[in-house]
């Protein structure tokens, strides 16, 4: 597991060139690891939205359930994501195969998710590896697999630093997170505010 302290009680982040907005996220510990819930409010392509989320992770960080809310102007929709630790996914009480192997949940909307496999992970610098996710979409909550990679890169002072890759986007970009391991540069997606 990663050298990263514990997470803060809450922590913030603006939104910036993909979306205009604002997301908030508070930690909890719970029996066995974490409690995650945040929300995302922005405005995007001219729409907005909003999305509430609740996670549970285990100590390790690995993703064990998560719900998702999203309401737009065209309504409200909500999915359940349930995982063994083991890669084994169900999503709204059917299992998804598709996500054999998916240690994560990363939900489009939010910043903060790209903290659980660098978290997870614990790589030292130079190392690489593969953090396939159970991608959650962004208003619609469709559920799919997204291929990604982390390398760990030089540090920077108190800062850690990961070349990371999501092909499917034909993203890679340099993420840098703080001592407690949530990202504080994302970008073209997000800035931490607080």
Known sequence: ???????????????????????????????????????????EDGRIWSVSYS???????????????????????????EADGAGHWSVDAVAARRLDGCLDVDLESSAMTNALPVRRLGLHEGERADAPA??????????????????RSTDDG????YDYAAPAFDLACVLVYDES???????GIATRAA
């Open 1 to 43: 597991m990663s050298d990263f302290g514990e997470p803060p009680a809450a922590a913030a982040w603006w939104h910036v060139d993909t979306r205009s907005g604002f997301e908030v996220v508070h930690f909890r510990s719970v029996v066995g690891g974490y409690g995650v819930d945040g929300t995302t409010a922005a405005v």
């Open 55 to 81: 996670l549970e992770l285990d100590r390790t960080w690995r993703t064990r359930h998560a719900e998702v809310v999203a309401r737009s102007a065209t309504g409200e929709c909500r999915t359940t994501l």
């Open 134 to 151: 159970a991608y959650v979409r962004l208003l619609d909550l469709a559920v799919e697999r997204l291929e990604q990679t982390y390398v």
């Open 158 to 161: 108190d800062h850690q630093r």
């Open 181 to 187: 391991g949530l990202v504080i540069a994302y970008p």
